[in-house]
């Protein structure tokens, strides 16, 4: 039986992979039947993601996946700016990364580059988001992962929402150089090229 903590997952990657627009209507029945499970466990994942300011509710009309305005647009990355800057800052207190991270790190490159060469778009915006969902776990900081997952899926739909031209090609370019920067244990260069980045595909 597939519990509620998996159905709120797979929407949020649903979401980040632009398979859910915003705005779209989340039927209680149809996911259920979907997932083949009760429309309770449905309404409990719904409840969830609602909490995380994912979807909202409407008493008469359902569930629906959020349209954030322009002001919760403006918050949602700066909250991501506090967050991934905070990170990668103190990361640097701690010292150089561990090999493992840098692997892991590495392993999630060579995936988007793999992406961008394919025509899926899903899967291309998914592992763009979500790189940023794994440098917080590489961090050591798997709290804040989950945290960057819930604004990287509102801020996939902003992107979505207001038609961002951010050029894939540069945000895989732009991770390259971060994760290099890592490596050379350059955690200063790190921080600045993420805000860089992020403050890039805002203003896109």
């Not at 009760?38 to 309404?43: D, G, H, P, Q």
């Amino acid at each position: 039986m597939t519990t509620a903590t998996e159905i709120s997952n797979r929407i949020i990657e649903a979401v980040m992979a632009q398979k859910l627009a915003p705005g779209s209507r989340l039927g209680e029945q149809q996911l259920a039947m979907l997932f083949d499970c009760s429309r309770t466990i449905v309404r409990e994942a719904l409840t969830r993601l609602a909490t995380r300011g994912i979807v909202t509710v409407s008493a008469r009309r359902g569930w629906y996946v959020i349209e954030p305005s322009q002001d919760e647009a403006r918050e949602a990355f700066e909250a991501r700016r506090v967050i991934e800057l905070g990170l990668i800052r103190s990361a640097g207190s701690a010292g150089k990364l561990q090999k493992s991270a840098l692997r892991q790190l590495k392993t999630h490159l060579q995936r988007e580059k793999a992406a961008l060469k394919e025509s899926d778009v899903g899967n291309r915006s998914f592992l763009l988001g979500d790189f940023h969902v794994c440098l917080a776990e590489c961090l050591g900081n798997t709290l804040l992962a989950d945290t960057l997952r819930d604004y990287t899926a509102r801020t996939t739909l902003i992107a979505m929402l207001y038609q961002s031209t951010h050029d894939a090609v540069q945000s895989c370019e732009d991770h390259v150089q971060i994760v290099a920067a890592l490596e050379r244990g350059d955690h200063a260069a790190a921080e600045a090229l993420m805000a860089e980045h992020i403050g890039t595909v805002q203003s896109a």
